[in-house]
Structure formats: C-alpha cells, structure tokens
C-alpha cells in the first residue's frame, strides 16, 4: 500500500452526490451555486475542522502538509478511507492527487469497474 502524504484534500470537501442519475434541475441548481464537479461527483467545499496545517517545510518548494487532530479517535468513515473508491459497501471520493490510490486515472462518472 502506499504511503500518505498529507495532502488535505480528501477532508477538505463533503460530498453532496454523484452526478450520474442526478436530474437536469439538480445539476443546474448545484452548479448555479457554486458546488465543485469532481470524478463524477457534486463536492461542497469544508475544511474538516480537526484538520490542520503542520510546519514541516525544509525547503520553501516543499508541499505543505496537514494532520488530524483526532488520528487516533477519528470517526469510522475516516479511519476505513485507503484511498479506494469502493470499500466494504462504501463510496468514496478520492482526490486525483491521492497517494493513496495507486494514482489513479479515472476521471468522469465512476463505474462498477473503478469500484476496486
């Protein structure tokens, strides 16, 4: 499995819905406010409030980092995410730039066969 890196993204959205299946109205409402379009999903930006900027930079070109103020309590959704779409009957939304996900290319609607 690989490591990650502490990027934030994947606490930094809730996801709403996915876009397959959602009616002309929903989609045109979701966007006339703003909502973010991702992978096949409608995204609400929110910073998970326990995640926090670390001050690890070496040099200035270093990406910045986050962690989670409650790693060892966090919630049962958090701790189950490994960077796959689909795990044990759950959806989830995993950021282009995860590590975690054997960089992904999927890109679009999900379907059955991203669901690994």
């Not at 490591?3 to 009616?23: D, H, M, N, Y």
């Not at 929110?46 to 962690?67: M, W």
Request: aromatic content about 12%; hydrophobic content about 25%.
């Amino acid at each position: 499995m690989n490591e990650c890196s502490r990027c934030g993204k994947c606490c930094s959205f809730i996801v709403l819905s996915r876009i397959q299946g959602a009616t002309k109205d929903s989609k045109e409402y979701a966007r006339a406010h703003g909502l973010t379009e991702d992978q096949g999903y409608f995204l609400i930006p929110y910073k998970c409030p326990h995640l926090h900027q670390t001050y690890e930079r070496f040099e200035s070109n270093d990406p910045v980092t986050y962690y989670c103020d409650i790693h060892d309590t966090k919630p049962k959704i958090c701790k189950d995410f490994d960077g796959k779409h689909y795990k044990n009957h759950v959806l989830y939304w995993v950021p282009k730039e995860c590590t975690l996900s054997n960089k992904n290319k999927d890109s679009g609607v999900l379907s059955n066969k991203n669901w690994t």
